[in-house]
């Protein structure tokens, strides 16, 4: 089991899922209270959907170089690194949200993807010596087979329930559209019953 600080330990069951998001500096809304909510799941969907149809704050990442870079490099990180084994995946206009079973350190991995792509995304928008990705990121662990399918939908029905798409397929920054085109969207192998997929 790892073991990872952040402002609180975390720790990392061994052949876990992990739902993973992080978000562009600057593009949590001001105003939002967590404390509103009654669990930190509750409160996470709430500021995802706050994220997810803001209109205002950065979203450089609705540049089609951008995006494109980061799904280039979420792809890269399951099969040239062998991070992890990518489940599900999503860039919207500020965040991206991810569906891994881990082969690394959730730090070393989110080092790598924020690190390469915000240098990378920075020199494409010619900004330089600034900030591109929150520090912060959210992970929480897929407990069974039923958590690990709503997860995935969610992540997939993001651009969606954002009114950015008619539907998932549609968004062309995500699995949903991969999975269209020739990219196997794969169920993990652990024998949970996930259900229709």
């Given at each position: 089991?790892?073991?990872?600080?952040?402002?609180?330990?975390?720790?990392?069951?061994?052949?876990?899922?992990?739902?993973?998001?992080?978000?562009?500096?600057?593009?949590?809304?001001?105003?939002?209270?967590?404390?509103?909510?009654?669990?930190?799941?509750?409160?996470?969907?709430?500021?995802?959907?706050?994220?997810?149809?803001?209109?205002?704050?950065?979203?450089w990442?609705?540049?089609?170089?951008?995006?494109?870079?980061?799904?280039?490099?979420?792809?890269?990180?399951?099969?040239?690194?062998?991070?992890?084994?990518?489940?599900?995946?999503?860039?919207?206009?500020?965040?991206?949200?991810?569906l891994?079973?881990?082969?690394?350190?959730?730090?070393?991995?989110?080092?790598?993807?924020?690190?390469?792509?915000?240098?990378?995304?920075?020199?494409?928008?010619?900004?330089?010596?600034?900030?591109?990705?929150?520090?912060?990121?959210?992970?929480?662990?897929?407990?069974?087979?039923?958590?690990?399918?709503?997860?995935?939908?969610?992540?997939?029905?993001?651009p969606v329930?954002?009114?950015?798409?008619?539907?998932?397929?549609?968004?062309?920054?995500?699995?949903?559209?991969?999975?269209?085109?020739?990219?196997?969207?794969?169920?993990?192998?652990?024998?949970?019953?996930?259900?229709?997929?």
């Amino acid at each position: 089991m790892l073991e990872y600080r952040r402002r609180l330990p975390h720790f990392q069951p061994d052949d876990v899922y992990v739902f993973l998001t992080w978000r562009l500096w600057g593009s949590l809304p001001a105003n939002h209270d967590k404390a509103n909510y009654p669990t930190p799941g509750h409160a996470f969907a709430a500021v995802d959907r706050a994220l997810a149809r803001r209109r205002s704050g950065p979203s450089w990442l609705k540049d089609r170089r951008i995006a494109a870079l980061i799904v280039d490099a979420i792809q890269a990180g399951e099969s040239e690194k062998h991070f992890y084994e990518l489940y599900a995946w999503v860039v919207m206009p500020n965040h991206v949200h991810l569906l891994i079973q881990p082969r690394a350190g959730l730090p070393v991995i989110t080092r790598w993807l924020k690190g390469s792509t915000a240098r990378a995304a920075n020199q494409l928008l010619e900004r330089t010596g600034k900030p591109f990705w929150q520090d912060e990121s959210y992970d929480h662990w897929a407990r069974d087979g039923k958590e690990f399918d709503r997860i995935r939908r969610y992540i997939e029905d993001n651009p969606v329930n954002a009114g950015l798409a008619d539907s998932a397929e549609l968004w062309p920054w995500s699995s949903a559209c991969s999975s269209m085109t020739g990219q196997a969207n794969r169920l993990p192998h652990h024998g949970w019953d996930l259900g229709t997929p």
